[in-house]
Structures are given as C-alpha cells and as structure tokens.
C-alpha cells in the first residue's frame, strides 16, 4: 500500500508564506505526476499546481508568480511553497500522485488527508 501525508498547514497573516510538503511513501517503484490541489467546504476541488517526474510545472492562473511547486525524487516528497498568501487562499490543500507500485502493472492514484491553510489577519 502507499499513503501520502502533508504537511506543512496552519494560520497565517495576509502577505505571509508557509511551505507545504507532501511525502509518500509504502510500496514505490516511482512516482509521476505530484499535484496540488485545494477545496473550500461546498466548493469543487480545484488544481492549484503540478509537477512532473522530470520536473516541468503548472500552475492555476490564481497562483502564479506566488506559489511555486517543487519535488524531492530521493525523497518521494513534493513542495509547494506560498508567498504573498491572500484570504481567498484559505482551503484544505490536498497532494495528489501518479504512483507505479512495486511488483504491479499499471499506475494507481493516491490522495493525501489534507492540510488546513487559513490566510487571516
């Protein structure tokens, strides 16, 4: 089995930052896409961020040149760092893998718990 925890959430003041990080870990052989996504309670799920294995990034038009998306393949651990947070980033920011089990065929998609992020003076 393979389980993804974040971390990383919590309150903090307009105009600040906070790191979240996503590791996975279990049975692996390798992961492809790392993604981002955030949901406000009653609202959809939305993408916020992805990254490929090798690398390549893309972001929701609400984010960019704020949040950037990072990855650690040693590790199995995907970033998103977030500067210059506004209230209306305030969600349940969730990490989302493509992931190649160990000894099976085929790639199987698994979703983090969550993590609160709350932007408020």
């Known amino acids: 089995q393979v389980q993804l925890v974040e971390s990383g959430g919590g309150l903090v003041q307009p105009g600040g930052s906070l790191r979240l990080s996503c590791k996975a870990s279990?049975?692996?052989?390798?992961?492809?896409?790392m993604r981002w996504y955030r949901q406000v309670l009653g609202n959809e799920r939305e993408l916020v961020a992805a990254?490929?294995?090798?690398?390549?990034?893309n972001y929701a038009d609400s984010v960019t040149g704020r949040f950037t998306i990072s990855r650690d393949n040693a590790k199995n651990t995907a970033f998103l760092q977030m500067n210059s947070l506004k209230p209306e980033d305030t969600a349940v920011y969730y990490c989302?893998?493509?992931?190649?089990?160990?000894?099976?065929?085929?790639?199987?998609?698994?979703w983090g718990q969550g993590t609160q992020v709350t932007v408020s003076s």
């Open positions: 279990g049975s692996i052989a390798s992961i492809g896409a």
């Open positions: 989302k893998a493509d992931v190649k089990r160990r000894l099976q065929v085929g790639w199987f998609v698994y």
């Open positions: 990254i490929t294995s090798d690398g390549g990034t």
